[in-house]
T-cell receptor
Framework: KAGVTQTPRYLIKTRGQQVTLSCSPISGHRSVSWYQQTPGQGLQFLFEYFSETQRNKGNFPGRFSGRQFSNSRSEMNVSTLELGDSALYLC?????????????FGSGTRLTVV | DQQVKQNSPSLSVQEGRISILNCDYTNSMFDYFLWYKKYPAEGPTFLISISSIKDKNEDGRFTVFLNKSAKHLSLHIVPSQPGDSAVYFCAASGGAAGNKLTFGGGTRVLVKP
């Protein structure tokens, strides 16, 4: 079966611009979470969506937002990009939301802000 | 406040020997712990997990041990293989954190042939 698909794989943006990243979860998975990986901060939780509702949110500024559609696909948006937003953005999906077990990660979107 | 820590950034081991990766946590409300393996330019891959009601879980070459009183867990890989060379992350969830995964900083493992 198809895994978690993230698009695009690579992206270069200029400071001040905005960006939208997309995540298609595994079929049947209703929970989608987003994580940011940077060399300095490691892997940090951004937010989690389940059945189109945000269930949990990490400690990121309001420039970071997300949404989930009725087909469980999710998008995250970063507005007014800063150099520090350069990171690997990972999406993970799960059939349920119990304990983080069963999360499958996508290959990520590498965002570079110049 | 780093709630999950992996104090060894790297580990080098000979093929066939045991790899032991360590992880410490501070939040006693965590009730589920997981290990992920990550190759460059790929997402983390789930390896093994353990619930806080257990102290050991085994899956093939991978065994995870949990010491709740010490707030410490470890991953044993026996025997280590060159394909195990990757970055390993421990993660925790539960309590007020809900289902979000709190990750450690990772340990880079190099298995030498």
């Amino acid at each position: 079966k198809a895994g978690v698909t993230q698009t695009p794989r690579y992206l270069i943006k200029t400071r001040g611009q905005q960006v939208t990243l997309s995540c298609s979860p595994i079929s049947g998975h209703r929970s989608v979470s987003w994580y940011q990986q940077t060399p300095g901060q490691g892997l940090q939780f951004l937010f989690e969506y389940f059945s189109e509702t945000q269930r949990n949110k990490g400690n990121f500024p309001g420039r970071f937002s997300g949404r989930q559609f009725s087909n469980s696909r999710s998008e995250m948006n970063v507005s007014t990009l800063e150099l520090g937003d350069s990171a690997l953005y990972l999406c993970a999906s799960s059939k349920n939301t119990a304990g983080g077990y069963g999360y499958t990660f996508g290959s990520g979107t590498r965002l570079t802000v110049v | 406040d780093q709630q999950v820590k992996q104090n060894s950034p790297s580990l080098s081991v000979q093929e066939g020997r045991i790899s032991i990766l360590n992880c410490d946590y501070t939040n006693s409300m965590f009730d589920y712990f997981l290990w992920y393996k990550k190759y460059p330019a790929e997402g983390p891959t789930f390896l093994i997990s353990i619930s806080s009601i257990k102290d050991k879980n085994e899956d093939g070459r991978f065994t995870v041990f949990l010491n709740k009183s010490a707030k410490h867990l470890s991953l044993h890989i026996v025997p280590s293989q060159p394909g195990d060379s990757a970055v390993y992350f421990c993660a925790a969830s539960g309590g007020a954190a809900g289902n979000k995964l709190t990750f450690g900083g990772g340990t880079r493992v190099l298995v030498k042939p």
